[in-house]
């Protein structure tokens, strides 16, 4: 992977150092939240009575600032987006996560906290947010001991990962510059709502006009760096325009099968056809990866070492995008399953007297897979030549020996 | 009143919110979270009392390969008390006391929050993440799932707040 961040080397190797930045960057969170106001409950539950958006203003741009930055360092070619998406976001499923959501809405609304920021009013002295923050820890284990009731539920709407801009198929900073436009527009009606519903008094007077100073500030800034980040759009190294559909590198059926049976861990293989088909008949060792499940798999954490070699029914037209993320080569095998057909599961045709010893190798291989695979009685032995003595071969397909 | 003593700007609290989940995503590849740590807290404490029934469990046992608690998450809360703490000190804010509304009594108080805490770990679990964890972070990753949470989140409260109102007022 080209992209220099997230620093994998602090993630893996530095395992203690990356927890001391956890600490920090914890300690960072938990500062920003208490001094948001996140600390105290009547604030928070504020938000769903309008008399003060605080929750709202603060969530949004929170997340138009870390969606701006992320894409435009994924714009300029600091972070590959699609691989960060896959280690930071869980996977979507939507009807837990839509009931979930509910559930801890009104979780909220009966705590006046979220976990989170219970944690921070347990950390300020508040004896609420240090029972909320017990209830959160009882709560995630009777959701535990309830959990063989809901296993089928638990798992409902499964998208994998399942990003908005994949979904409405649009460039993500395109996307992005409209998020924060939408948001910057709800700010200023949470303006509004705020000024109708706030209690007489409520509003500090004497900092108004440095609040609408900041505020004048912020919207500005947030919607030049949505503006001018559709400028990276037109960035040449963008990991999408790195990837022109290719054809794949072909290799034949017989090296394929060499590599397979000899040194397996040269190769990962995946069927690409429809999991009836692969489920029926496959290269051994092969995994079944439809085209659709392609997405799913996290192509680019598989580690690259092996050669990627794909079987397809012969029909693959181009190499899916999916595929060129992959860090290591990424091999076709030519004349897809058929080839592998016509070469591994069927009796191999016989050998003439006079064929080198080279050939009579190969056939004995082939001989050999072709045994192993169908369970048909061996080929019988090529005519023996002068001072050659047959080794004995490896039947089976597989294993690390 | 004094300056640091007050509230930040919304706008502004967000813009450093962010800058501090964004720094998460960029040296991490990693997001904020609140409610994944206490499962795991939860779970190393049950396990110390009763490791069979946590092994036998579907959900937990796969916590207990290792340490649950040697985890980036469980860090990142620690720090969250300690900034949290930083944070009230210096605000003058740190101080021992129930927050609660106006002739709502503290026992009745409580036990609204140990019972929304309760929910929300429940909800937390089903929906793999908290405000933290699933609209903060997956939010700006613009997960489609994590929306779907965070809209459900304000749903759920505007539509139980009108039944709550006595608490708050």
């Known amino acids: ?401 | 009143m004094d300056r640091s003593k007050r509230f930040w700007n919304p706008y502004v609290a967000g813009v450093a919110l962010g800058l501090v989940l964004l720094s998460t995503f960029l040296i991490m590849g990693n997001g904020l979270g609140a409610s994944g740590a206490a499962n795991r807290i939860g779970i190393k404490a049950l396990a110390a009392v009763a490791p069979l029934h946590v092994a036998g469990n579907a959900h937990m046992k796969g916590y207990l390969q290792g340490n649950p608690l040697d985890n980036w998450f469980v860090f990142e809360l620690l720090g969250v008390l300690l900034g949290g703490a930083v944070a009230a000190y210096t605000a003058g804010r740190l101080k021992r006391q129930v927050i609660r509304g106006a002739g709502v009594r503290v026992v009745t108080r409580l036990s609204f929050a140990v019972g929304g805490g309760v929910v929300m770990g429940m909800a937390a679990r089903m929906a793999r993440g908290c405000t933290s964890g699933q609209a903060l972070t997956g939010g700006a990753m613009l997960s489609v799932g994590s929306w779907v949470f965070m809209l459900a989140v304000f749903a759920g409260g505007y539509g139980l707040a009108y039944f709550v109102r006595r608490q708050w007022s």
């Open chain 1, 1 to 401: 992977m080209s992209a220099a961040l997230p620093f994998s080397a602090l993630i893996a190797e530095h395992r203690e150092f990356g927890l001391v930045i956890a600490v920090v960057l914890g300690f960072c969170f938990g500062f920003v939240l208490e001094r948001a106001g996140f600390g105290r409950a009547d604030k928070l539950a504020a938000q769903f009575f309008l008399r003060d958006m605080t929750v709202f203003k603060v969530m949004f741009s929170a997340i138009i600032t870390a969606m701006l930055g992320t894409l435009i360092a994924a714009g300029v070619g600091l972070v590959d987006l699609a691989a960060l998406a896959q280690s930071v976001v869980s996977a979507t499923y939507i009807w837990p996560m839509l009931v979930g959501g509910l559930l801890l809405g009104m979780g909220f609304i009966l705590s006046g906290y979220c976990p989170g920021t219970s944690l921070v009013a347990a950390a300020s002295g508040n004896i609420d947010g240090m029972v909320t923050f017990g209830g959160v820890i009882v709560g995630s284990l009777i959701y535990g001991e309830v959990f063989p009731l809901l296993a089928d539920f638990h798992v409902a709407g499964s998208k994998g990962t399942f990003l908005l801009y994949d979904w409405l198929g649009m460039p993500p900073i395109v996307l992005g510059a409209i998020v924060t436009f939408i948001a910057l527009a709800m700010f200023i009606g949470a303006e509004r709502v705020e000024q109708i519903f706030a209690r007489e008094g409520a509003a500090p007077a004497e900092s108004a006009q440095r609040v609408r100073r900041s505020r004048r500030f912020v919207f500005v800034g947030l919607s030049g760096v949505a503006l001018v980040s559709l400028v990276t759009l037109a960035l040449p190294n963008r990991p999408e325009a790195a990837a022109p559909p290719a054809d794949l590198p072909t290799i034949s059926a017989e090296q394929l099968a060499r590599r397979v049976v000899d040194r397996p861990w040269t190769v990962r293989v995946f069927d690409l056809r429809s999991r009836d088909a692969c489920g029926k008949q496959r290269v051994p060792q092969s995994r079944c990866v439809p085209l659709t499940e392609l997405a799913r798999l996290g192509v680019p954490y598989l580690a690259p070492e092996p050669d990627l070699v794909v079987v397809d029914a012969g029909d693959l037209k181009s190499a899916p995008a999916e595929l060129l993320r992959y860090r290591g080569r990424v091999l076709r095998l030519a004349g897809g399953f058929a080839a592998w057909q016509a070469y591994a599961l069927a009796k191999p045709p016989a050998l003439g007297a006079t064929a080198s010893a080279d050939q009579r190798e190969a056939y004995r291989f082939r001989a050999a897979l072709h045994a192993a695979l169908t369970g048909a009685p061996p080929a019988p032995p090529p005519p023996a030549a002068a001072g050659f003595a047959p080794k004995p071969k490896k039947k089976k397909g597989g294993g690390c020996s």
